[in-house]
């Protein structure tokens, strides 16, 4: 009898991880720690490979510190909202026109930005009430957020003193701006349950309020590291879930990009304030 002969399967090895890069070994110091590194490298090829590493963060840094223009809430009033909040968004960050994205004669505003074609700034307005629960955590977590993302303009008003009659069911209110539209509202946030920073800054991520830094910076690196990366997964997928399916109500931008410029011009004063309620 006959039999077949069958070769058992061969048991495959286990990748090995792929060793750190340069880079990878040197982005969790600070430009100070990389220069005191350079001074005690074994030899003059590492000395100089550090020290132009060095400058090159040096140089990341100087470019974030440019764009960090804010970094705080701005309490504002009602008559100030088409000046901080609307015509705000319209400003190109500076060096916005490097790449070609915008005129060279679009016109300057007095930090150094442009009014011109990129993409505008993001601008978060917080409407909240005072002694309300909800807005009092609200407001906690938009002032951190203001100083952890200083590209973004953080701006503050009293619900019915920017909205007459604002009902309170209806604040916590945040409106998000680019180039001059609202690009997301959301009504009622946390007042079905307490939410979290992170919730809340997930949403402006995905709404784009706020843009994330490119590099983060060392010490956030390493406490980031040093949590159990199954469970952030987890947590990182229920955050972007509850984002994305906010509480209350949700609207766009209720004047519609796609109006014609004669119809915007048209528009009363009182339209930067028609919102959907």
Not at 91 to 104: H, T
Not at 121 to 128: A, D, E, H, K, P
Not at 158 to 169: A, E, F, M, T, Y
Not at 179 to 207: C, F, P, Y
Request: glycine share 6%.
């Amino acid at each position: 009898m006959a039999f077949s002969h069958q070769r058992k399967p061969r048991r495959r090895r286990p990748h090995r991880p792929l060793p750190p890069t340069f880079d990878d070994l040197l982005e969790d110091f600070t430009p100070a720690e990389l220069r005191e590194l350079a001074d005690d490298a074994a030899d003059d090829d590492a000395e100089r490979a550090i020290h132009a590493y060095a400058r090159q963060r040096e140089a990341e840094e100087r470019t974030a510190g440019k764009l960090a223009r804010f970094g705080r809430v701005y309490p504002i009033g009602r008559e100030d909202y088409t000046r901080e909040v609307t015509e705000a968004s319209s400003v190109d960050e500076p060096g916005a026109g490097a790449s070609g994205d915008q005129d060279d004669d679009d016109e300057d505003d007095e930090d150094g930005a442009k009014k011109g074609k990129g993409q505008g700034t993001g601008v978060v307005c917080f409407l909240y009430k005072d002694g309300q629960p909800a807005s009092e955590r609200t407001f906690t977590h938009i002032r951190t957020l203001a100083a952890r993302h200083p590209r973004t303009k953080f701006v503050s008003i009293v619900g019915d003193k920017c909205i007459p009659n604002l009902p309170d069911s209806r604040v916590p209110m945040i409106i998000v701006y680019r180039k001059g539209e609202i690009r997301h509202q959301v009504m009622s946030w946390g007042a079905d349950r307490e939410r979290t920073i992170d919730e809340l800054e997930i949403l402006l991520l995905v709404t784009g309020a706020i843009i994330p830094p490119e590099r983060l910076p060392p010490k956030e690196k390493k406490d980031d590291d040093s949590e159990d990366e199954d469970s952030d997964f987890a947590d990182d997928s229920r955050k972007r879930s509850a984002a994305t399916s906010t509480n209350g109500r949700t609207t766009k931008n209720i004047r519609g990009p796609a109006q014609s410029k004669s119809k915007k011009k048209a528009d009363d004063s009182d339209s930067d304030f028609d919102f959907d309620l």
